[in-house]
T-cell receptor
Framework: DVKVTQSSRYLVKRTGEKVFLECVQD?????MFWYRQDPGLGLRLIYF???????EKGDIPEGYSVSREKKERFSLILESASTNQTSMYLC????????????FGPGTRLLVL | SQKIEQNSEALNIQEGKTATLTCNYT??????LQWYRQDPGRGPVFLLL?????KEKRKERLKVTFDTTLKQSLFHITASQPADSATYLC???????????FGKGTMLLVSP
């Protein structure tokens, strides 16, 4: 059974803190994605990676960075958390870009105070 | 600019009826369209994929149509059940096989 796991379901951080969100997939997928989901705005792509050490900006990369040192793991980093980064963060993976089904993790609800 | 529109108002229907959800798009030429289901506090789950040269796709009680002339996809759930209550998202894939762009989703509420 396919599985995408995220390191935390809920996270509370202070403004200015460095925040790491981790995602692991066990399907040997090439591609991994980070989205944020906000009421009224839907799912928005932050970054994606199509190979180890490769990354591409999505629609809203500002204030975020990513790291993919191993195929199964994709990390989202908030260098200096701000209150407007309070959101639900969803990680996904797929076999290839575009066509293929994306498998999502359960999400991390981040609150920045 | 490219736009994907799904009805922002929740759709309320009675158990046993057919639910029909709409996904409209503009300034887009998608090669594929996907539908996902999302339950509160959880990640989306893939349901169906339909290609631009397919008019209709079925899976059990689910049916998707794709009209590239109208720039519209319809998602039907027949014999709906309370367990079908969720938010349904459509997602488009561009002809360049790039990433998915998601609509904002429509909430479906099926009452017993």
């Amino acid at each position: 059974d396919v599985k995408v796991t995220q390191s935390s379901r809920y996270l509370v951080k202070r403004t200015g803190e460095k925040v790491f969100l981790e995602c692991v997939q066990d399907m040997d997928h090439e591609n991994m994605f980070w989205y944020r989901q906000d009421p009224g705005l839907g799912l928005r792509l932050i970054y994606f990676s199509y190979d180890v050490k490769m990354k591409e900006k999505g629609d809203i990369p500002e204030g975020y960075s990513v790291s993919r040192e191993k195929k199964e793991r994709f990390s989202l980093i908030l260098e200096s958390a701000s209150t407007n980064q309070t959101s639900m963060y969803l990680c996904a993976s797929s076999l290839s870009l575009g066509v293929e089904t994306q498998y999502f993790g359960p999400g991390t609800r981040l609150l920045v105070l | 600019s490219q736009k994907i529109e799904q009805n922002s108002e929740a759709l309320n229907i009675q158990e046993g009826k057919t639910a029909t959800l709409t996904c409209n798009y503009t300034n887009y030429s998608p090669a594929y369209l996907q539908w996902y289901r999302q339950d509160p506090g959880r990640g989306p789950v893939f349901l169906l994929l339909i290609r631009e040269n397919e008019k209709e796709k079925r899976k059990e009680r689910l049916k998707v149509t794709f009209d590239t002339t109208l720039k519209q996809s319809l998602f039907h759930i027949t014999a709906s059940q309370p367990a079908d209550s969720a938010t349904y998202l459509c997602a488009l894939v561009g002809s360049g096989y790039s990433t998915l762009t998601f609509g904002k989703g429509t909430m479906l509420l099926v009452s017993p």
